[in-house]
């Protein structure tokens, strides 16, 4: 059967300016960072793009290493545009990254022009398509020269093989440096992409304001804290969690009873909203107008509907935040 996708998809969701260009993204995109690898079920992969795309969510954000094993995602996207979106490929925005190690040898890892553009055509054959919408470079390199690592950014652009550049995982010192060659080149940063969450607030020490300076748009990862902000671990470990079958990311010894406090006293603020614990955390993000999309990552097309509800209400009262703060302290 075809896939038609939903008439009114862009009804219900918001579309925010991605910094200082004519782009607009979804306040949420999807992350296919794990559920789209070898041995998840591809029919459930499927179901989750079309879930996403029916509710406006047009932005899907890879990277060369997303799997497992790697490059894997990106295959899966690849079968998936091929089967269902052939016809929708100019309504969706999708990016990938290069940055983490990919292969053996010395050109397979890190920021080299050599290994980012090796990176990028391989990502372009595993996904069948002729560009991506955004490149990043993935996490800053110690040795190679960032004019090196941003002239490639640049070429990539000019070769057609993206339409724009972003950043990942870079500190603001540094961001601000590789954000100053971009320009200077022609290229501008368009987007930078931090960990950023109730729990882990580093980018409020200097980058937000860089990013809001330097008119860049912010699209924040792991804004659940690997499900730490969620309902999931109110009562205990359960069985199904990532916790207890994978542990990879998010081990046992990260739900401390402290941690558990801290989590219980949140969700009692978000059910006085009228929101279940996800949803204020990702409205709690998508409050800053700095912020263009938060990523989120999902197994279930439930769970992609439920994080769409946190924008009936992204307002909080300062008595709110308040309060936010002094249980996260």
Known sequence: MTYKPAANRYDSMEYRRCGNSGLKLSAFSLGLWHNFGENSDFENSRNLIKTAFDNGITHFDLANNYGPPPGSAEK?????????????????IISSKAGYTMWDGPYGDWGSKKYLI????QSLKRMNLEYVDIFY????????????????????????KA????????QPAEAEKAFKILKEMGTPCLIHQ???SMFERWIEDGLLDLLGKERVGCIPFSPLAQGLLTDKYLNGIPADSRVATSGQFLKADHITPER?????ALNTIAIERGQKLAQMALAWILRDNRVTSVLIGSSKPEQIIDSIKALENTNFSNKELERIDAILK
Do not use: W
């Open 76 to 92: 899966c996207l690849g079968r998936i545009l091929k089967l269902d979106f052939k016809d929708y490929r100019d309504e969706m």
């Open 194 to 196: 931090p960990k950023y």
């Open 163 to 170: 339409l724009y550049v972003g950043l990942s995982n870079y």
């Open 137 to 160: 470079h993935h996490r800053p390199d110690p040795e190679t020269p960032l004019e090196e690592t941003m002239a490639a950014l640049n070429l990539i652009v000019q070769q057609g």
């Open 260 to 264: 558990l406090e801290k989590i219980k």
């Open 118 to 121: 090796s990176s990028l055509d």
